[in-house]
């Protein structure tokens, strides 16, 4: 099991930054690809980022490409979401998620195993 606590949301302006955690605890850090995902009110959850375990690789949904940035401390067990111009489109609950990476397709929520319980991001116009 992997348990994954998201943490960093709140309300910002338009134009703002919010840095997000998660955490991983549990089984090792190692040789899972990590991703983030948002799901606004009334929508389904979509694909955000993603940073792979193999070749150590990055991918973004087009909508924050060039806005957010991922990373990940693999001796600290973090992943971070850096969310630079913010707009109101990008208010979302924001999910970590955990995947034993065999080249998956990183953007499809169902290739993830483990999920955080989700940390609200708002964005006022």
């Known amino acids: 099991q992997v348990q994954l606590i998201e943490s960093g949301g709140g309300l910002v302006q338009t134009g703002g930054s919010l840095r997000l955690s998660c955490a991983a605890s549990?089984?090792?850090?190692?040789?899972?690809?990590m991703g983030w995902f948002r799901q606004a009110p009334g929508k389904e959850r979509d694909f955000v980022a993603a940073?792979?375990?193999?070749?150590?690789?990055?991918y973004y949904a087009d909508s924050v490409k060039g806005r957010f940035t991922i990373s990940r401390d693999n001796a600290k067990n973090t992943v971070y979401l850096q969310m630079n111009s913010l707009k109101p489109e990008d208010t979302a609950v924001y999910y970590c998620?955990?995947?034993?990476?065999?080249?998956?397709?990183?953007?499809?929520?169902?290739?993830?195993?483990?999920w955080g319980q989700g940390t609200q991001v708002t964005v006022s116009s």
């Open positions: 998620g955990a995947v034993w990476d065999s080249g998956n397709n990183y953007r499809l929520e169902y290739n993830y195993n483990y």
């Open positions: 549990g089984r090792t850090f190692r040789n899972y690809a």
């Open positions: 940073f792979t375990w193999i070749g150590s690789r990055t």
